[in-house]
């Protein structure tokens, strides 16, 4: 999961903004403060959340035309040319399509599936038979109750792109086949345009909605994950998103190369404390924090394990750009606490094949521990799960 440092305030609670800017924000999206990874992974969700609505809307456009073919049977309401009974039979058919649309797994044949809809119940709603007396004030309005509705519910633009294509073709076919309504050709076409206005409002409405919870649910997240003095993640967070994220590398790609992990200590932290105070000490974990976030890259997760031991999980890097990353965190840390004489020792780790987590967590406290005990204020490199030792100067 990625972080985000913009996001502030609640997502509940009442926004002090006029009521203008509040329907300007419309226009904005929290989407650009979303990772590519983040925002697939979003729209992975809305798909999943909005597909029991979506079914339930067309298994009732299926229902209104089985139910206007029954009426212009009974002779109750005027038909457009098309048998009653052909109207009831398309309908019952139309009803199945939210069980294709349930439990289909490719997002393109879900897509055919709800484009034909439309257009098969668009025909038989609302595009009249040659020689039939057009009703389309009537007919139309009942149709373009559905654009609102999956316009509000459709999540990839791709495919409202391809949804309001086929609404403007049918909208266009009823003018070339019968003519405007009464009320002309103009009100006509503001009223096909509206509709899809309001359900793209409507879709606008719900996609940031869904960004601004997305985001405030990441961080609340990384707010739980996170140790407040460092801004490091703490041990929880870290293992939870270095296990996961072990094998890939930034924006999801897949690793190719070995990685590796990196165990720092603070030589000596307790007599930091004991003889210049908890706040010195506490500044001192701050100070390494700071350093530490300065010098990681994209694909480093680093995090304070608890009291003065922190680690760095490097997922892409070699073991000379782990050292080296180290190295420069080392020097850059015993600079700047060069006043109370704090130093740092690590331990460097390279992953090994099919090697998990815990596994290169041992084998860098062990490397660790070896630098503590032969002097301390160094880096060493562990030996391989095979017993071969690395070159400590990497």
Not at 162 to 190: C, D, I, K, N
Not at 267 to 287: I, M, P, R, S, Y
């Amino acid at each position: 999961m990625s972080t985000d440092d913009t996001v502030a305030g609640p997502l509940l609670g009442r926004e002090r903004r006029s009521p203008l800017r509040a329907m300007l924000a419309l226009f904005r999206s929290s989407w650009s403060r979303l990772e590519p990874a983040d925002r697939q992974k979003l729209v992975n969700l809305q798909v999943s959340v909005t597909q029991p609505a979506m079914a339930t809307v067309m298994l009732g456009g299926a229902v209104l035309l089985v139910l206007l073919g029954c009426l212009e049977a009974l002779g109750w309401v005027a038909g457009i040319g098309y048998p009653p009974a052909l109207s009831v039979v398309v309908g019952l058919v139309l009803a199945f399509t939210p069980l294709l649309v349930w439990y289909q797994t490719r997002w393109y044949v879900r897509l055919a599936v709800l484009l034909a809809y439309t257009a098969v119940l668009g025909v038989f709603l609302s595009v009249p038979m040659p020689g039939a007396i057009p009703q389309l004030a009537f007919r139309t309005g009942l149709f373009n109750m559905l654009p609102i509705a999956m316009l509000a519910l459709l999540v990839r633009r791709r495919a409202m792109a391809l949804f309001v294509g086929v609404v403007l073709l049918l909208s266009l076919v009823r003018v070339e086949l019968h003519g405007a309504p009464a009320s002309g050709q103009t009100m006509y076409w503001l009223y096909v345009f509206a509709t899809l206005g309001f359900g793209w409002m409507l879709r606008r409405y719900r996609s940031e909605f869904a960004a601004r919870a997305y985001l405030q649910s990441m961080n609340l997240w990384w707010q739980a994950r996170t140790d407040p003095l460092t801004g490091l993640l703490n041990r929880s967070g870290w293992e939870a998103v270095a296990a996961q994220s072990l094998g890939r590398g930034t924006g999801g790609r897949v690793r190719t190369r070995p990685g590796c992990l990196v165990f720092l200590d603070i030589d000596h932290f307790k007599q930091v404390n004991d003889t210049h105070g908890h706040q010195a000490g506490d500044d001192a974990l701050a100070e390494l924090g700071r350093i530490i976030r300065s010098r990681e890259g994209k694909d480093y997760i680093a995090a304070r394990l608890g009291g003065e031991e922190f680690v760095v999980l490097a997922r892409t890097a070699s073991l000379q750009e782990a050292w080296r990353f180290a190295e420069r965190v080392r020097a850059d840390f015993a600079l700047a606490q060069e006043a109370l004489g704090c130093t740092l020792s690590g331990g460097l780790a390279e992953r090994q094949q099919g090697e998990d987590l815990s596994s290169m967590l041992r084998r860098a406290d062990e490397a660790l521990y070896r630098a503590k005990s032969t002097g301390r204020d160094r880096l060493l490199v562990a030996a391989r799960s095979d017993g071969v030792p690395h070159d400590a100067s990497a």
